[in-house]
Structures are given as structure tokens and as C-alpha cells.
């Protein structure tokens, strides 16, 4: 069989803004992905579905998988001819084993290639404010271990470290923090010499801790600081809290429910995170086309019948154009129809079907949409209404008070989930989660749903809009309303209530 090929893909240090274009690249072609510990979440999520995904973690002093193990799968997937993605944190060849893993596939050929990725050494500074080097404080960096090989002892030069006055910084290095402080201590450095600790960097659960040489340790213990962490060492420690950024964000720190379905969360996931919150994806419900839907069949036949077809989301939008074209169809059948559209987004949706939309309300409802509707509709002109099928009757309402024709056909059903509840249950009742937010109602009943039992009181509910709002309203959740409907405006109130409050 054709060999298959190894890709050695440094994932860099969290942030998945931080893996390099061509490891990504790589990474959506794979086949396999072999991954550990180090490897964030978010770029895990990042594992195209269709790969299989081997998750050899280590964590100190305990290998769940051994070296050797781990380097024998990646031998065996690839002579089945697989494109195998070995992912490693921060850079593959620091402290990263690389050298190692190569080593098997030479020995059999096997094809494989090495990404470079953002070592945390670096990475985890820069986002702790503290540059790795600046003229006027140093002139080299070094990289060394705080952790000896097994059944081996660890021997740093503390003095010719000392003596190179750059700045020092150690990797894997929390529990053996006396002993590397002591050891600069003992070789003549200056107690008071800057030293800082960043745990977690670049994701969003960062802690920085800066202090001397002679004091970190005892902060450290304080901080219960855990791996993973690097350790600095230099006056450029000094510049930390100057050049802050990254834990100056309005949103650092801040755990934030996102309860939209999983295909349409992207944008509020990433716009939060860019804020520096920690989206906690928690879909409530899904969206759940209506198998052989006869009503729209029937529509779609005598949709000439029609001046006007009104849509009221995204996913209706997706699932009318499916149904279309699986009937050999498109947009040409709307010829001769006007389009309402609920909202921004929703015209947007429609836009990328290649349709402009006629009509869509300030103010994004199916009140505001009806009654615009109302006033456009042209005389003996029927409208088509294409929504969930637990749409509320507000459009329907205020065009039968209108004495306008109309056929309803719900394109979906929506279905309540509650995958990962126990973990969001525990968040909740620690107090971690302070916000929650909600793009319809029926996220609201889906998440209430999935909540028997537990103490909301702590949370408060960011809502897209007054029908959301209302569904908040009767669960007793404490809640704020976006000015306008849209994403855009749900984060500016949460930057209004939000902001500024970092882990208070
Ligand atoms: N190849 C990796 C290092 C592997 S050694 C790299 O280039 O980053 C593992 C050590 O890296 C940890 O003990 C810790 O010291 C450091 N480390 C990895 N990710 C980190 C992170 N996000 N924040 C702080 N330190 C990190």
C-alpha cells in the first residue's frame, strides 16, 4: 500500500489565532491527528470532524502514553496510508520531543514534515506584557528546562547564567521553582532581579504573577500556580504591567454562555473572544428541517401564486434553497415574488443566494416585519410566510387583522439539547458563569429545559431582542436587551454591564 505521511504541526502556545497558516492547512487535510495535553481546546475544535482523533495527553510525571507508543502510531497510521498531523503546543522542536518522533518514521521512510509553531517561551511572555528582549535591559534570551529526564538530575549553569545578564526563561518549570530561584540566588544574582510567572498563556484563562527572584516562589505558592507556566527571569520583567494587553481586554476572564446552535455561533464566538471572554459554546437547541414537508411542496409548486414570500431566519433560509434545489430548482422561481426579510442578518443570508431582499424592518421582529408587509402588499396579493414551526403567531396575527391571504409553512422544527449540561451546571453553581446569552426564545426554553434544578440567580441574560427578553422575563432570569437585534449590539451591552470587570 502507498505510504502516507506524517506532519510534525506545532500548535503553538492557545490562542488558536497563534497556529501558523500552513499547520492549518495541514490540519484540515488530515486523516488522522495525534495530540496531547498541551494542545488547546480551541484548536482541537479546529480537527475536521471527518479525522480520527488520538489524544496521547501527558501530564506530569504520569504518560498516559508512552514516547515510544506514541511514536509507533504514528508509524503505523501513516503505512496505511494515511496524512497523519502530529500535533504538539508551542513549537515542536522546544522541549517538544520532535527529534524523537522523527526518528521511527526515517528508519522506515516515511515521508514527513515539520511546522514550526509559536513557542510558549516567546508567546507566553508577549501575552504576559513582557517583551523577551529590549535593548536597554539585555542582549540574550535562553531557553532552558525546569524538568530533568526521568531516573536524571537537573544541572543548570547558574552561574554562567548569571553572568550572561539576559533573560532567563524556564519551561516546565513549576515544581522545581525553589530550586531554580535558590540556584540564581546561590550564584550571585541580586534578590530583587524581576521575575514573573504566566500560567496558561495566550487563552483566556491567563494568570500572570510578577515579582523578584527572591520572592516568586512564595507568590507562586500563594497563587497556587500550576503547570503549564513559564518562568521569567530579567529586568524586562520589569515592563509588565506597561505593556499589559492581552489581560487588559475589556472581557478578560470573563466566561460567557453562547447558547445559539452549534452553525450559526461562529460569529459570536469569535467576536467575544476577540474581546478576550471565554465563550463557553453551549447549544440549546437545534434546527431540524420538516422531513417530506407537504406544505412546503405544495408552496413551491404554485409559488407564482404569491407577491410575496416572507423569511425570518437564517436557517429558513438555508433550508428553503436546499429543498429547491433538491428539486432540480433555484432562485429563478422567485422571479416574480418580493422577498421580506426579518433582519440584517437574515437578508445577508439571502444575499449569499444571489437574491436582494425588498424589505427588511428597522426593527428586527415579525411584528415590525408584518406590519411593513402590511403596508406594501399590493391588492389580492398573497404572502407566503416561511418560518419555525414554533414561530410565534405575531406575523400571522397582524396580516389576517389586515384581511391579507397568506399560507404559513413552518420550514423546521426546533429541538432542545443539552450535551455538556452537568459541565455547565457546575460552572453556574461555582459562580463562574456570570453571563449567558440568547438570540431567541427558544434558546431561552431550551436552556431552561436543560437546567431542572439549579439556581439561576447568578446570571444574567444578555437577549438579542424584546421576544427573547419576554421568554427571559417568565423563566425569572435577570436580564438586559440589545438596543438593536443584532450580535453587534448584544456585545455592546455586555461591554456596558461587562466590562472593565475583570474577575470581580
Ligand atoms: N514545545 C512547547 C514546550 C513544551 S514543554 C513550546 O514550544 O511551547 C512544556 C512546557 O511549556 C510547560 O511545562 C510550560 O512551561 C510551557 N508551556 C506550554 N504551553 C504554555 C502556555 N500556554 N502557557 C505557559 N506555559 C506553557
Redesign the pocket.
Known sequence: MEHGFVALV?A???DKGLITIRGAELLSQADVVVYDR?V?QEIIKMIPTTAEKIDVGKE?KFHPVKQEEINHILLEKSLEGKKVIRL?????????R?GEELELLYENNIPFEVVP?????V??LCYGGIPATHRDFCSSLHII???AREGGQLSIPFHELKELNGTIV?????SSLSYLMNGLINAGMEKDMPAAI??????PN?RKLVATVGTLEQKALEMEIK?????AVGKVCSLSEKFSWFMKKPLFGTKILVTRPKESSGTLVEKLRQLGAEPVEYPCIEVVPIPQNEKLYHACENIREYGWILLTSKNGIQIFFDYLNSKGLDARVLANTKIGTVGSQTAKALKEVGLISDFTPEIFDGRHLALGIAERVGENEKVLICDAAIASDDIVNILRSNNIKFDRVPLYNTNYINENSNKVKKSIVHGELKYITFTSASTVEGFIASMKDIPLESLTAVCIGNKTAEAAKKYNLRYVVAEKSTIDSMIDKLLEIGGGNIYD
Open positions: 506545532g503553538g502556545p492557545g498541551l488547546s506530569n504538539k503546543g508551542g513549537d515542536p522542536f522546544v522541549f517538544g520532535g509553531g509559536v513557542t510558549s517561551a508567546a507566553a528546562t525546569g524538568h524556564f519551561l516546565m518549570g513549576v504566566v500560567e496558561n498563556g495566550t487563552r491567563q503547570s503549564p507556566a513559564i518562568i
